[in-house]
């Protein structure tokens, strides 16, 4: 075996050992996200209803002040 070849093998098994490290770490962390379901969706749908209620704010503020054949033009 060439030291290329040699170097080569090296670098797949590090890649190959960082990938399970991702994968475990990925693992654990849905492992805490299914525990806590019921928290996260409760979350989820609170900042969903944010951002619904700061988007019909923002369109609203700045949607009335614009004369009608502008408001739809981009």
């Given at each position: ?18 990938i399970?490290?991702r ?16 928290d ?7 900042e ?17 002040s614009?004369p ?7």
């Amino acid at each position: 075996m060439t030291k290329q070849q040699s170097r080569e093998l090296g670098m797949e098994k590090g890649v190959a050992v960082e990938i399970e490290q991702r994968m475990v770490r990925l693992d654990e962390d849905l492992e805490i996200m299914e525990r806590h379901a019921t928290d996260v969706a409760g979350v989820e749908e609170e900042e969903a209803d944010s951002m619904r209620r700061w988007d019909r704010e923002h369109k609203n503020a700045r949607l009335h002040s614009v004369p009608r054949h502008l408001k739809h033009v981009r």
